[in-house]
């Protein structure tokens, strides 16, 4: 398995741009330095440690305050990338409480799926939130990247086959 920490910070914008994505929501912006490479004509960031960026709708709080506050305001989703606390509790809920505002054909990226060995998945790095994305794969259209930290990609698929 290679080991590609910043993988995703060119990846997620390449798959914002290529989905058609007109709304952009990250959990987890930590020095934006994913968000900030996102084009998107609605770019949303939620972290409790935000900094502001140009061009972007930042809201310094958790995801369950945003879910709470500002979720159902600004939906729907086209895009979300949930990167925030590593918890297998908190990326449950993260995952839980933001799919009913996820676009119908949507997307749902969760980081650091994929930890390479025991000292990866620790708290501060990839955390246990791994395990959330085993119970994923099994009941959504998902798959896993296979290269460390990872990333599982969701689609809510509206239908299958082409337009009528």
């Known amino acids: 398995m290679k080991r590609n920490q910043d993988f995703h910070e060119r990846l997620i914008p390449v798959l914002v741009e290529g989905t058609g994505a007109q709304t952009y929501l990250e959990i987890g912006t930590f020095e934006n330095a994913t968000i900030g490479k996102v084009t998107c004509p609605t770019r949303i960031g939620v972290d409790p440690n935000v900094v502001e960026l140009d061009g972007c709708i930042m809201f310094k709080m958790t995801c369950a305050e945003f879910l709470l506050e500002n979720a159902a305001k600004l939906a729907p989703f086209d895009f979300c990338f949930i990167d925030g606390d590593h918890s297998s509790a908190a990326v449950r809920a993260d995952f839980i ?43 959504f259209e998902a798959g896993v990247l296979n290269y460390h930290p990872g990333l599982l990609l969701v689609r809510k698929r509206s239908r299958w086959g082409p337009k009528p």
């Open 97 to 139: 409480g933001l799919w009913p505002y996820v676009a119908a054909d949507g997307m749902v990226a969760l980081h650091d799926m994929q930890p390479e060995n025991e000292s990866d998945a620790q708290p501060g790095y990839c955390g246990d939130g791994w395990k959330v994305g085993m119970s994923i794969v099994g009941g």
